[in-house]
């Protein structure tokens, strides 16, 4: 590894050097002038402007006042695109803060609306400055200025590196429509500057080897990028994010449920309540094993409203219509399944009194099993009034009717 | 300049006629020469500190927050005090690159660098603490609104959550900003160095750069834009810290000043900070005379005016809380300044309204022993105010019987350190590797560096 | 520098007493009508004029404070509009015999019923009333007197040190602006509502007048140079200055008045949003809504970019509508305690602008008659006027 590092920065080092000491072979790009003070390069840079060129430049070591005047530049434009970008930012967060909280995750928080515009003004107003920076910054370097460009023939030549330490230089491109070489150099002597050179392309017909873009290796590194960078993305958002480091709380040591353990003797996690302990709320059925006719002396409890009814329905629906049908036709969806179960219409059932019913609900008969473990007492009750409803509902009388 | 500039208070900038190449020189020195004994010795200091914190930070990680001596009611202390404490820190570097740039103030120029740097520096060190401060801080990426597994959206209205984006803008934007302010300096240091590996990074990170004025207009253009962003936008995550205590219903937390009293506090403690620090740089550095008395001098005016800003915030709570009516308000200050951490609160009110009053005096402002002993007690105030805003407001509930006290356990203490240690070694890293002043800036404000204007003034001259 | 005093038109004056005179005489028509609505209007006429005297003499003091020359050409228009605190003191006579139609704090025997009001009472109780509003008037007097003393004894001497005393004056009167300002804005317009406290109250009064001076100074300083009254060398950079704190003011506003809103909404404590509430009721609403935008929004779009900063056009139109956005925030302050069911809008609320501006030029006028437009020898005016950005 270590060899590796040092060849890569020898061979750095030599590509330093023999791009700075070849002497250039290309085109010529364009002639250079130096000056001393800020007042001679606003007069050359107004003679140039004058003169008519149009492809020069003017290279100083910090922005000097009112050479955009001198070199007749439009105004930058790169304000409308901060503009653009903040608004687009604003909206932005507008429509995410709306969707996520207001639409598609509705949750309330402290009695505010789902979409409440004071409180997305801060995140609003974020995004806006963050989609303007960056927007703006990019635009200026790559749209504006067209940077990155470590190649310009300008680099590395004696005048790059006065103007950015303590010249003022002018440069005029050969690429101007009015460039002619003497001419130019004629010009540029009567600026009193001072060393006047030219600058060539470093390699000549440049621009005529094929873009470095479609180099092969140029390619491949950006595929590779592009892999890894995918790979990195989904290892991140779908693995990394999901990974506990440090899981104390599921692993402490704790009995769980049903489960072996060997911790007590039995082998079970589990342990039986102390001997005689009673639930919470339990009352004893005392009427178990006694006769019909004292347990019809059972009384409903409730009173007959619409809400115990209804309540009543609910439970018969889930409890007792799987086999004896929604209706108490003995129809359920089980049919078929088991021994089908009687209905709950006939003459028999019809003049069981409440309590026989109560019985037959808390402790089961022939097939069907005791529902005194999940069916609360009040809802076995609810459910017997609503059962003498389905029984009426299907012997109904004449004075049944309304205005009988 | 005709007129008798002591009556118009601009004294020169840079002291001397300084020569273009001369700044080059001294500003790249750091950067060329082989650091001193002072320098390595400086970085022994925050190293170690700095790895005192990170053992501090690995066992809270791994045995969990129980360590520190957070509790109820005390739930947040020394954790969230730190993060708004470096936050707080980190504005001084935008307010002078941003709000100072938009003032025009010329003499920005020769700290504006140094403060940016220690506004990254300071944001990164207070990000640390949100994230540990929740306890499991591997879960934080669902702070951030993608579509995640739970189909869960984080709620926009948190002020928490505004805290996210907030200090995550803040971060990029100054990041942005200083390295847009670094290229030119790139481009000059890279014309400066032989070849060499060192060459071609600075060659990668000047982009190029040609100190073309075609390039100068649109960079101006950008940078008057990014101090026009930044100038709200350091106003707003202040703000948006405030919010996080000031959008509750807890006494002593909710009151409508928070907002600017916090910025107002944020940039007293920054120019604290980095008064502290360029003092020392000045006379390690060798650039007296481009970071001058006069820059320091200002820089103790600026402290004078947010210290007294943060006075008037401090007797308007005190005075509205009684106003109020609202006994648990007033229990609250009463309790603030004569409870069981009153030395918390005299401590503040000392060292951030009593002691920068001094500044009223020119000798005051102008004695650097004096300003550097009032700097450093500014930050102490400062940190001791976050400290006195968050545990005194918690730590006597509403209800006696949840009552409670704070005390700092060694780990608190052992992450407070640490995250000096990481500020410090950040800042000394940066002032051996980067240029700490911003080397085209200057050299625009040297004497004779701009055209006379002479089509404006007739040849008055 | 060569200066020809120029006169104000006649027509200037003229205009200044006939709109003085007609809102006097609205007033008076208004006190015989509805004495409590009068004093309503007449306290924010009163609360305005502080906004402009004082906020004018605030500029004044800033411009010593922090060594700004862009603003030396321009400084008499501030000293001249300082005198409005001369009258202040007279103005705030009338008021003194509405305080039981304005405050029901002023009322024993409602403070003897509520227990909120009688723990206030030591601080909300006419002496001290008194005593705090003279205070203030006398700060503001003294340093009215010294410095534009000071300031016009230098256009005959131009005896430099007259700045430099001057620059202790403008430093002294900083911190007391501040808190004259506060006192003044909890005491007449925050104790409107006794029950009612905010912290920032004294800050969002405070960034109200900054944006009411500036754009005065704005209005004038655009005008005269437009009438040439001013030194030619004025140019876009003083505009854009001016420009710019107008805007930077006027956003910082925006910021006071969104975070005071922001924090109450948030937090729903009954104690405070009923505030807020009352500004909510009826046509109440409509005013909110259009304070947003006229205050904050209009503006800030406007004068966001460059090249509107340096048109006079656009900076006389924002300097008037400035001027009204900081009327109707007084109004929106002060009279939903007057009528909290719906905005009252009549003939009588027609004795503002009158008043207003009536006051405004008559004072100018008379400031202007016998004084230089011009701080003629001030040491800092050239570079003032060679200003560059």
Same mark, same amino acid.
């Given at each position: 590894?270590?060899?590796?590092?040092?060849?890569?920065?020898?061979?750095?080092?030599?590509? $330093?050097?023999?791009?700075?000491? +070849?002497?250039?072979?290309?085109?010529?790009?364009?002639?250079?002038?130096?000056?001393?003070?800020?007042?001679?390069?606003?007069?050359?840079?107004?003679?140039?402007?004058?003169?008519?060129?149009?492809?020069?430049?003017?290279?100083?070591?910090?922005?000097?006042?009112?050479?955009?005047?001198?070199?007749?530049?439009?105004?930058?434009?790169?304000?409308?695109?901060?503009?653009?970008?903040?608004?687009?930012?604003?909206?932005?967060?507008?429509?995410?803060?709306?969707?996520?909280?207001?639409?598609?995750?509705? $949750?309330?928080?402290?009695?505010?609306?789902?979409?409440?515009?004071?409180?997305?003004?801060?995140?609003?107003? +974020?995004?806006?400055?963050?989609?303007?920076?960056?927007?703006?910054?990019?635009?200026?370097?790559?749209?504006?200025?067209?940077?990155?460009?470590?190649?310009?023939?300008?680099?590395?030549?004696?005048?790059?590196?006065?103007?950015?330490?303590?010249?003022?230089?002018?440069?005029?491109? #050969?690429?101007?429509?009015?460039?002619?070489?003497?001419?130019?150099?004629?010009?540029?002597?009567?600026?009193?500057?001072?060393?006047?050179?030219?600058?060539?392309?470093?390699?000549?017909?440049?621009?005529?080897?094929?873009?470095?873009?479609?180099?092969?290796?140029?390619?491949?590194?950006?595929?590779?990028?592009?892999?890894?960078?995918?790979?990195?993305?989904?290892?991140?958002?779908?693995?990394?994010?999901?990974?506990?480091?440090?899981?104390?709380?599921?692993?402490?040591?704790?009995? $769980?449920?049903?489960?072996?353990?060997?911790?007590?003797?039995?082998?079970?996690?589990?342990?039986?309540?102390?001997?005689?302990?009673?639930?919470?709320?339990?009352?004893?059925?005392?009427?178990?094993?006694?006769?019909?006719?004292?347990?019809? /002396?059972?009384?409903?409890?409730?009173?007959?409203?619409?809400?115990?009814?209804?309540?009543?329905?609910?439970?018969?629906?889930?409890?007792?219509?799987?086999?004896?049908?929604?209706?108490?036709?003995?129809?359920?969806?089980?049919?078929?399944?088991?021994?089908?179960?009687?209905?709950?219409?006939?003459?028999?059932?019809?003049?069981?009194?409440?309590?026989?019913?109560?019985?037959?609900?808390?402790?089961?008969?022939?097939?069907?099993? #005791?529902?005194?473990?999940?069916?609360?007492?009040?809802?076995?009750?609810?459910?017997?009034?609503?059962?003498?409803?389905?029984?009426?509902?299907?012997?109904?009388?004449?004075?049944?009717?309304?205005?009988? | 300049?005709?007129?008798?500039?002591?009556?118009?208070?601009?004294?020169?900038?840079?002291?001397?006629?300084?020569?273009?190449?001369?700044?080059?020189?001294?500003?790249?020195?750091?950067?060329?020469?082989?650091?001193?004994?002072?320098?390595?010795?400086?970085?022994?200091?925050?190293?170690?500190? /700095?790895?005192?914190?990170?053992?501090?930070?690995?066992?809270?990680?791994?045995?969990?927050?129980?360590?520190?001596?957070?509790?109820?009611?005390?739930?947040?202390?020394?954790?969230?005090?730190?993060?708004?404490?470096?936050?707080?820190?980190?504005?001084?570097?935008?307010?002078?690159?941003?709000?100072?740039?938009?003032?025009?103030?010329?003499?920005?120029?020769?700290?504006?660098?140094?403060?940016?740097?220690?506004?990254?520096?300071?944001?990164?060190?207070?990000?640390?603490?949100?994230?540990?401060?929740?306890?499991?801080?591997?879960?934080?990426?669902?702070?951030?609104?993608?579509?995640?597994?739970?189909?869960?959206?984080?709620?926009?209205?948190?002020?928490?959550?505004?805290?996210? *984006?907030?200090?995550?803008?803040?971060?990029?934007?100054?990041?942005?900003?200083?390295?847009?302010?670094?290229?030119?300096?790139?481009?000059?240091?890279?014309?400066?160095?032989?070849?060499?590996?060192?060459?071609?990074?600075?060659?990668?990170?000047?982009?190029?750069?040609?100190?073309?004025?075609?390039?100068?207009?649109?960079?101006?253009?950008?940078?008057?834009?990014?101090?026009?962003?930044?100038?709200?936008?350091?106003?707003?995550?202040?703000?948006?810290?405030?919010?996080?205590?000031?959008?509750?219903?807890?006494?002593?937390?909710?009151?409508?000043?928070?907002?600017?009293?916090?910025?107002?506090?944020?940039?007293?403690?920054?120019?604290?900070?980095?008064?502290?620090?360029?003092?020392?740089?000045?006379?390690?550095?060798?650039? +007296?005379?481009?970071?001058?008395?006069?820059?320091?001098?200002?820089?103790?005016?600026?402290?004078?005016?947010?210290?007294?800003?943060?006075?008037?915030?401090?007797?308007?709570?005190?005075?509205?809380?009684?106003?109020?009516?609202?006994? !648990? +308000?007033?229990?609250?200050?009463?309790?603030?300044?004569?409870?069981?951490?009153?030395?918390?609160?005299?401590?503040?009110?000392?060292?951030?309204?009593?002691?920068?009053?001094?500044?009223?005096?020119?000798?005051?402002?102008?004695?650097?022993?004096?300003?550097?002993?009032?700097?450093?007690?500014?930050?102490?105030?400062?940190?001791?105010?976050? *400290?006195?805003?968050?545990?005194?407001?918690?730590?006597?509930?509403?209800?006696?019987?949840?009552?409670?006290?704070?005390?700092?356990?060694?780990?608190?203490?052992?992450?407070?350190?640490?995250?000096?240690?990481?500020?410090?070694?950040?800042?000394?890293?940066?002032?051996?590797?980067?240029?700490?002043?911003?080397?085209?800036?200057?050299?625009?404000?040297?004497?004779?560096?701009?055209?006379?204007?002479?089509?404006?003034?007739?040849?008055?001259? | 520098?060569?200066?020809?005093?120029?006169?104000?038109?006649?027509?200037?004056?003229?205009?200044?007493?006939?709109?003085?005179?007609?809102?006097?005489?609205?007033?008076?028509?208004? *006190?015989?009508?509805?004495?409590?609505?009068?004093?309503?209007?007449?306290?924010?006429?009163?609360?305005?004029?502080?906004?402009?005297? =004082?906020?004018?003499?605030?500029?004044?003091?800033?411009?010593?404070?922090?060594?700004?020359?862009?603003?030396?050409?321009?400084?008499?228009?501030?000293?001249?509009?300082?005198?409005?605190?001369?009258?202040?003191?007279?103005?705030?006579?009338?008021?003194?015999?509405?305080?039981?139609?304005?405050?029901?704090?002023?009322?024993?025997?409602?403070?003897?019923?509520?227990?909120?009001?009688?723990?206030?009472?030591?601080?909300? $109780?006419?002496?001290?009333?008194?005593?705090?509003?003279?205070?203030?008037?006398?700060?503001?007097?003294?340093?009215?007197?010294?410095?534009?003393?000071?300031?016009?004894?230098?256009?005959?001497?131009?005896?430099?040190?007259?700045?430099?005393?001057?620059?202790?004056?403008?430093?002294?009167?900083?911190?007391?602006?501040?808190?004259?300002?506060?006192?003044?804005?909890?005491?007449?317009?925050?104790?409107?509502?006794?029950?009612?406290?905010?912290?920032?109250?004294?800050?969002?009064?405070?960034?109200?007048?900054?944006?009411?001076?500036?754009?005065?100074?704005? /209005?004038?300083?655009?005008?005269?140079?437009?009438?040439?009254?001013?030194?030619?060398?004025?140019?876009?950079?003083?505009?854009?200055?001016?420009?710019?704190?107008?805007?930077? !003011?006027?956003?910082?506003?925006?910021?006071?008045?969104?975070?005071?809103?922001?924090?109450?909404?948030?937090?729903?404590?009954?104690?405070?949003?009923?505030?807020?509430?009352?500004?909510?009721?009826?046509?109440?609403?409509?005013?909110?809504?259009?304070?947003?935008?006229?205050?904050? =929004?209009?503006?800030?779009?406007?004068?966001?970019?460059?090249?509107?900063?340096?048109?006079?056009?656009?900076?006389?139109?924002? #300097?008037?509508?400035?001027?009204?956005?900081?009327?109707?925030?007084?109004?929106?302050?002060?009279?939903?305690?007057?009528?909290?069911?719906?905005?009252?809008?009549?003939?009588?609320?027609?004795?503002?602008?009158?008043?207003?501006?009536?006051?405004?030029?008559?004072?100018?006028?008379?400031?202007?008659?016998?004084?230089?437009?011009?701080?003629?020898?001030?040491?800092?005016?050239?570079?003032?006027?060679?200003?560059?950005?």
């Amino acid at each position: 590894m270590a060899i590796k590092i040092k060849e890569f920065i020898n061979r750095l080092k030599e590509y $330093n050097t023999t791009w700075k000491t +070849e002497p250039r072979s290309g085109q010529l790009h364009s002639i250079s002038v130096l000056f001393d003070t800020p007042d001679q390069i606003i007069e050359a840079a107004k003679a140039t402007a004058n003169a008519g060129y149009k492809k020069f430049d003017v290279f100083t070591p910090y922005p000097v006042h009112g050479m955009d005047e001198a070199m007749k530049m439009k105004e930058s434009k790169i304000g409308w695109i901060a503009l653009l970008a903040g608004i687009t930012g604003a909206i932005t967060a507008l429509l995410m803060i709306g969707w996520m909280g207001g639409i598609d995750y509705k $949750n309330i928080i402290g009695g505010k609306p789902f979409f409440a515009l004071p409180g997305s003004i801060p995140i609003t107003f +974020e995004l806006t400055v963050l989609f303007s920076a960056l927007v703006t910054t990019a635009a200026m370097v790559a749209l504006f200025n067209k940077l990155p460009w470590t190649s310009n023939p300008l680099h590395e030549t004696p005048f790059m590196k006065s103007v950015t330490s303590d010249k003022f230089g002018l440069v005029i491109e #050969a690429a101007d429509k009015h460039f002619d070489e003497r001419n130019v150099e004629n010009f540029l002597g009567q600026l009193h500057g001072h060393s006047i050179e030219k600058v060539y392309y470093p390699i000549p017909d440049v621009g005529k080897t094929k873009t470095p873009v479609f180099d092969l290796k140029f390619m491949g590194v950006i595929a590779v990028t592009a892999i890894l960078t995918a790979i990195a993305s989904y290892a991140v958002l779908n693995k990394v994010l999901y990974t506990q480091p440090f899981n104390w709380m599921w692993e402490q040591p704790r009995l $769980n449920p049903q489960a072996q353990s060997n911790f007590f003797g039995d082998g079970f996690g589990m342990r039986m309540p102390v001997e005689g302990t009673v639930a919470r709320g339990f009352i004893p059925y005392e009427y178990k094993g006694m006769p019909d006719s004292v347990i019809k /002396l059972l009384a409903n409890p409730l009173a007959l409203t619409e809400e115990v009814i209804q309540r009543g329905k609910v439970k018969f629906d889930i409890f007792c219509s799987p086999c004896h049908g929604y209706y108490g036709q003995g129809d359920g969806r089980l049919k078929g399944q088991f021994p089908n179960p009687p209905t709950l219409h006939s003459e028999k059932v019809r003049n069981w009194q409440d309590g026989n019913i109560y019985n037959v609900i808390t402790n089961g008969q022939n097939v069907m099993p #005791a529902y005194d473990k999940s069916v609360a007492r009040e809802d076995r009750w609810a459910i017997i009034h609503y059962i003498r409803v389905l029984q009426r509902s299907q012997n109904a009388k004449d004075t049944d009717l309304e205005g009988k | 300049m005709s007129f008798d500039s002591t009556y118009t208070k601009e004294l020169p900038l840079v002291e001397s006629k300084t020569s273009f190449s001369e700044i080059d020189n001294v500003i790249a020195a750091p950067m060329e020469s082989k650091p001193g004994k002072t320098w390595f010795l400086l970085l022994a200091l925050s190293v170690t500190m /700095l790895l005192f914190g990170a053992v501090c930070l690995g066992l809270t990680f791994w045995f969990g927050i129980g360590l520190w001596g957070n509790n109820q009611p005390v739930g947040w202390a020394f954790d969230i005090t730190n993060f708004v404490f470096w936050i707080g820190i980190g504005h001084a570097g935008t307010l002078i690159s941003a709000i100072l740039f938009l003032l025009r103030q010329r003499w920005r120029t020769a700290i504006a660098r140094f403060a940016e740097a220690m506004t990254i520096f300071a944001v990164m060190t207070a990000g640390i603490f949100p994230l540990i401060h929740v306890g499991r801080p591997w879960l934080a990426g669902y702070l951030l609104p993608y579509p995640n597994q739970n189909n869960v959206w984080p709620n926009f209205y948190s002020p928490l959550m505004w805290d996210v *984006f907030a200090v995550s803008t803040y971060l990029t934007v100054s990041f942005v900003f200083w390295y847009i302010g670094l290229v030119p300096d790139f481009a000059t240091l890279r014309d400066r160095t032989k070849a060499g590996i060192k060459k071609a990074l600075f060659t990668i990170l000047s982009l190029g750069w040609r100190n073309s004025n075609r390039h100068w207009q649109h960079y101006e253009r950008t940078y008057l834009i990014l101090a026009g962003l930044s100038t709200p936008l350091v106003l707003s995550v202040h703000t948006i810290v405030s919010f996080d205590f000031a959008v509750s219903v807890i006494p002593g937390w909710h009151t409508t000043i928070f907002p600017p009293y916090f910025v107002a506090g944020a940039v007293f403690s920054g120019f604290g900070m980095v008064s502290t620090v360029l003092i020392f740089v000045r006379k390690v550095f060798h650039m +007296e005379h481009i970071i001058t008395v006069n820059h320091l001098e200002k820089m103790n005016k600026i402290l004078l005016a947010t210290g007294s800003i943060v006075g008037y915030a401090y007797a308007m709570e005190f005075f509205i809380a009684w106003y109020s009516g609202n006994p !648990f +308000e007033m229990f609250v200050f009463i309790n603030r300044a004569f409870g069981p951490y009153a030395w918390a609160y005299w401590t503040m009110i000392s060292c951030n309204v009593i002691f920068p009053q001094l500044f009223w005096f020119k000798k005051i402002r102008r004695a650097i022993p004096v300003t550097l002993v009032i700097v450093i007690l500014v930050n102490v105030g400062m940190w001791f105010e976050r *400290f006195v805003i968050i545990v005194t407001s918690l730590h006597r509930d509403f209800l006696p019987s949840s009552w409670g006290m704070f005390v700092p356990t060694l780990y608190d203490t052992g992450i407070l350190i640490g995250s000096f240690g990481l500020f410090f070694t950040l800042v000394l890293l940066f002032a051996r590797t980067l240029p700490v002043i911003s080397i085209a800036e200057i050299k625009a404000v040297v004497p004779g560096a701009q055209p006379t204007h002479k089509h404006h003034t007739n040849g008055q001259h | 520098m060569e200066y020809i005093k120029k006169a104000l038109p006649d027509k200037f004056a003229k205009t200044g007493w006939i709109l003085l005179v007609l809102g006097i005489i609205i007033l008076a028509a208004a *006190f015989a009508v509805d004495s409590r609505r009068a004093f309503f209007d007449y306290l924010w006429i009163y609360m305005f004029m502080i906004s402009i005297g =004082v906020g004018a003499l605030a500029l004044v003091a800033l411009e010593y404070l922090v060594g700004a020359t862009w603003s030396t050409p321009f400084r008499r228009i501030d000293e001249f509009l300082a005198a409005i605190i001369m009258l202040l003191v007279l103005m705030v006579i009338p008021l003194f015999f509405g305080i039981h139609d304005l405050y029901h704090w002023s009322h024993n025997e409602i403070v003897s019923g509520d227990a909120i009001l009688q723990s206030k009472s030591p601080y909300l $109780n006419m002496n001290f009333f008194t005593i705090r509003t003279i205070f203030c008037l006398v700060v503001w007097l003294f340093f009215f007197f010294m410095m534009i003393r000071n300031s016009e004894k230098q256009d005959l001497t131009g005896d430099p040190r007259l700045t430099k005393r001057n620059n202790i004056f403008g430093t002294a009167f900083a911190p007391l602006f501040v808190i004259t300002l506060t006192i003044t804005a909890i005491d007449w317009m925050m104790s409107l509502e006794p029950h009612w406290f905010s912290t920032m109250y004294g800050i969002y009064y405070f960034s109200g007048t900054m944006v009411a001076a500036f754009s005065v100074t704005t /209005l004038f300083a655009v005008r005269l140079k437009e009438g040439h009254y001013l030194d030619p060398k004025i140019n876009n950079e003083h505009y854009y200055s001016l420009g710019a704190m107008m805007f930077a !003011f006027n956003t910082f506003w925006g910021y006071i008045a969104f975070s005071q809103y922001l924090l109450i909404w948030y937090a729903d404590l009954p104690e405070e949003n009923f505030w807020l509430l009352m500004r909510w009721e009826g046509s109440w609403k409509f005013v909110s809504i259009a304070l947003i935008f006229i205050h904050f =929004v209009i503006p800030f779009l406007v004068l966001v970019g460059r090249s509107q900063k340096t048109n006079p056009r656009i900076l006389k139109i924002m #300097a008037i509508w400035l001027l009204f956005a900081h009327a109707l925030d007084l109004y929106w302050l002060i009279m939903p305690t007057y009528n909290n069911a719906g905005a009252p809008l009549g003939w009588q609320e027609l004795a503002f602008p009158f008043l207003v501006t009536g006051i405004t030029m008559v004072v100018f006028n008379l400031r202007a008659s016998k004084r230089n437009l011009v701080p003629v020898r001030d040491p800092k005016l050239e570079s003032g006027l060679n200003f560059h950005l």
